[in-house]
Structures are given as structure tokens and as C-alpha cells.
């Protein structure tokens, strides 16, 4: 056999073993046996690292092999962030599909919970996507040691303290059938990951606590919108706290009273709760809502500035004073 053949042949037999490697890693899943495994595409990260992580994490034959599906029908671009529940029993096309949302399972149900929602409103919204609410709704104001043993974030939470401040705003993706303990496992796996290493070393090295620091994100995430408002917020209640100031704070105002109002009344602000940072210094007893991931590094990183008072104007601005004075005047200015 003349060169020329040979190089013809090996060229045909290389290129049929990669086609059938490629419907094979396409087509054939890890295994046949349903085993469920979480995953998580973070904000922001692409299809090439996603399908290495699928790779890695021992989901997919071959991130190539996913990636050129992706890229050859348009769904590159696509990938859709949060957490995941995969079975290993699916195959690579049926997992392409569903992180890109073009197939869903039947069974499937997407929760979204929002920055600033307090246990009741997310037990409330939860209401209309699964019959589990009301029993997600008993283990989060009386968690079982079977649900929290697993987490040492919880390490320093109060005994009686319910689990505001700890449902993480997120998106998940979850199975409906699924029940109040792994719903709200779900969550606090995702607050785990969250809350990294650099996160809770920078809390214990500040001397804090992390009930402290949620609590007080909790505050910050009610009072003002708007992330680059946040760390500066902070800097003032941190402030305050350190000269023995009451943190008067409208957003644990509103925590008691229910109200959404920007201003509360003379009413509302003589109300005797020691969630009324206008009685009581220090902090509240907890958090006063679930605060993201921006709220939490602005408590842990807070901005140090002259600034001592603060009020949000009705077009959501934060406007800052050095003195009362100053603090009256805008007052005055924004709210006449």
C-alpha cells in the first residue's frame, strides 16, 4: 500500500472515530441510574467555562463536545445563570438544552427571590409555586438541628432567632415535588457559597459576628437602592454605633409596623419594639429582611466618611449630611 492510501484510510478511520465519539458523548449520559447533582453558573460566566465545570464535576463526557453543540446551533450565548438541579442520567444534548432554556422538565418549578423580601413576603410568593410554603414557612421560625447541624454560619445565630436574614436572594430551580427541608437547603447551600472564606475571615478578623453583619445589611439593603450608596450607609450606622448613637433607622420601622412608607409617623415611631431604632440603641434583635450579596460586603467593607445622617429622597437618591443641621435642611428641601 502506496503512502498516499495509507494517509486516505487513517484519515477516514480518524475522522469516523470522531464522529462516533462525538455522538457518543452526545448522546450516552454518565450513567443510567437517576443521581441527582447540583450545579451553579454564576452570573456572568460563559458557555466554554460552564462546560468545563459540567466537565469537571463529573456531569458531561466532554465540555468540547458541548461546546460545539452550543456554538453550531446558536446557544452559545445562551447559558443561563443559577442553581441547578442535573441528574446524571441525562445526556449531553438534553443538559445543552435545558442551561439554555430551550427544553424545560415537566416537573420543574423556577423560584425567584428578591433582594430585600423578609421571610414573610418570600413564604408568600412561595405560596403560589409550591404547596410546601406553609411547612417551608414553620421550619424557617422554628428550624429543626436536622436542617441548620450542617451550617457553622449559623454558629453565632441566637438560639431563638428565626432564619431572616438568611434566605438567600437568588433564582432556583427546583424540582416541585420538592420539600420545605430540601427547599430551604437549597437556599442555604447557596448562602454557604456566598458567604466565602475571604468573606467570614474579614468578619472574624473586624471582630464581628455574622448575625451582626446580616443584620445590619439587612438595614442597609432596605434604606437605600442603589450599590454604591451601600458601603457609604453603612460607614454612618457603624458610626453611629461607635458613639453610642441610635442608628434610627425607617427601614426597622417599617419591619414592625408593615408599611412601606419613606417617612414614617410620630406614631410609628414611638412604637415600643426593640426592633424601634429610634428607642433603642445598638442594633436591632435581627435582621430585619434578606439582603443580597452587595448589602452584605458593603456591612463587611464599610465606606468611612465625615457623614453622620442620611435620607433617601422620593426619586431613590441618597443624600448625605456632615451635621443635624445640614440633615434638617435637606429635610426641608426634599420632604417640605
Not at 441527582?36 to 463526557?61: D, N, Y
Not at 437549597?186 to 478578623?205: A, H, P, W
Not at 465606606?303 to 426619586?315: A, G, N, S, V
Request: proline share 4%.
Amino acid at each position: 500500500m502506496d503512502m498516499k492510501k495509507y494517509l486516505v484510510i487513517s484519515l477516514v478511520i480518524f475522522s469516523l472515530a470522531g464522529i462516533f465519539y462525538f455522538w457518543y458523548a452526545l448522546q450516552m449520559p454518565i450513567t443510567k441510574v437517576s443521581q441527582e447533582k447540583l450545579f451553579v453558573i454564576k452570573s456572568g460566566e460563559g458557555s466554554w467555562s460552564t462546560a468545563k465545570s459540567l466537565k469537571t464535576q463529573g456531569l458531561i463526557r466532554s465540555a468540547i463536545v458541548l461546546e460545539t453543540y452550543w456554538w453550531f446551533y446558536g446557544l452559545d450565548t445562551k447559558v443561563k445563570p443559577g442553581e441547578i438541579k442535573l441528574d446524571l442520567n441525562w445526556n449531553t444534548i438534553k443538559i445543552a438544552k435545558y442551561l439554555t432554556g430551550t427544553t424545560f422538565i415537566t416537573n420543574e418549578i423556577t423560584v425567584q427571590l428578591i433582594e430585600g423580601w423578609t421571610n414573610r413576603q418570600v413564604v408568600g410568593y412561595l405560596k403560589n409555586k409550591t404547596n410546601q410554603a406553609l411547612e417551608f414557612e414553620k421550619i424557617m421560625k422554628e428550624p429543626g438541628s436536622q436542617v441548620i447541624k450542617h451550617y457553622d454560619f449559623f454558629a453565632d445565630k441566637p438560639a431563638k432567632a428565626s432564619l431572616e436574614g438568611y434566605i438567600f436572594p437568588d433564582t432556583y430551580r427546583l424540582f416541585a415535588d420538592a420539600s420545605a427541608v430540601e427547599i430551604l437547603q437549597r437556599i442555604l447551600d447557596n448562602f454557604d457559597r456566598q458567604l466565602n472564606q475571604d468573606l467570614r475571615s474579614e468578619i472574624k478578623r473586624q471582630g464581628k459576628s455574622i448575625f451582626e453583619i446580616i443584620t445590619l445589611a439587612s438595614i442597609v439593603e432596605k434604606e437605600v437602592a442603589q450599590n454604591t450608596d451601600r458601603a457609604t450607609v453603612a460607614g454612618i450606622f457603624y458610626k453611629r454605633l461607635k458613639i453610642g448613637m441610635a442608628l434610627q433607622s425607617d427601614a426597622t420601622i417599617n419591619y414592625i409596623t408593615k408599611k412601606g412608607t419613606t417617612r414614617p409617623s410620630a406614631a410609628d415611631l414611638s412604637v415600643n419594639s426593640l426592633y424601634n431604632t429610634y428607642k433603642h440603641r445598638g442594633l436591632p434583635p435581627g435582621p430585619i429582611c434578606n439582603p443580597g450579596l452587595a448589602a452584605i460586603k458593603a456591612a463587611i467593607y464599610p465606606k468611612t466618611t465625615d457623614y453622620l445622617y442620611f435620607l433617601t429622597t422620593p426619586t431613590g437618591e441618597a443624600v448625605y449630611s456632615k451635621t443635624y443641621e445640614e440633615h434638617l435642611a435637606n429635610k426641608h428641601k426634599y420632604y417640605p
